[in-house]
């Protein structure tokens, strides 16, 4: 397994209060991804990072920012929390171009 | 964007028996993955299918990329309880366009 950390693993917050999720890896991978995983929808890609600085938006990125200031860090900030962000949130990472997404343990975020 | 749909939602199976999943899309691949995700834990990798008609085996597990490139499946052979889980299949068109389908839910019976 790829060592890829989340914290934190679980938080409660409320409604409009800024949020951000870490997702850590030591595996010097280039490629990083956040999802959201929801009942029914399997996972969907929220943003993604292929190097330092260098980001894109995916498949659900509306209220949802990231920045990777580090190879090994890539954060994933709500800036303003909505019941509608209620979810659990992946991480992953890979080498790069088609190589296998390897994925962290996930956050559980409950927004009230 | 590209929508798997993927089949069975669940299966309540006895332990021993065959299981069989499948995932098709409107739109072609050009990688086919299978996860398996155990509660509180992230997807792990089974298989990776890289070439149209390409059949590959791990273990009691067995998964094809369709010839069209636009399906796949995976069969479990003689179930055991520790296949209990939700299994996930993904197509891939590149590292940054990875899509899901919304997981079968396996349930083997001692």
């Known amino acids: 397994d790829a060592g890829i950390t989340q914290s934190p693993r679980h938080k409660v917050t409320e409604t409009g209060t800024p949020v951000t999720l870490r997702c850590h890896q030591t595996?010097?991978?280039?490629?990083m991804y956040w999802y959201r995983q929801d009942p029914g929808h399997g996972l969907r890609l929220i943003h993604y990072s292929y190097g330092v600085k260098d980001t894109d938006k995916g498949e659900v990125s509306d209220g949802y920012s990231v920045s990777r200031s580090k190879t090994e860090d890539f954060l994933l900030t709500l800036e303003s929390a909505t019941s509608s962000q209620t979810s659990v949130y992946f991480c992953a990472s890979s080498a790069g171009g088609t190589d296998t997404q390897y994925f962290g343990p996930g956050t559980r975020l409950t927004v009230l | 964007g590209q929508q798997l749909n993927q089949s069975p939602q669940s299966m309540f199976i006895q332990e021993g028996e065959d299981v069989s999943m499948n995932c098709t899309s409107s739109s072609i691949f050009n990688t086919w993955l299978w996860y398996k995700q155990e509660p509180g834990e992230g997807p792990v990798l089974l298989i990776a299918l890289y070439k149209a008609g390409e059949l590959t085996s791990n273990g009691r597990l067995t998964a094809q990329f369709g010839i069209t490139r636009k399906d796949s499946f995976l069969n479990i052979s003689a179930s055991i309880p520790s296949d209990v889980g939700i299994y996930f299949c993904?197509?891939?068109?590149?590292?940054?366009?990875?899509?899901f389908g919304a997981g079968t839910r396996l349930t083997v019976k001692p």
């Open positions: 595996e010097n991978h280039r490629y």
């Open positions: 993904a197509g891939q068109l590149n590292n940054n366009d990875m899509r």
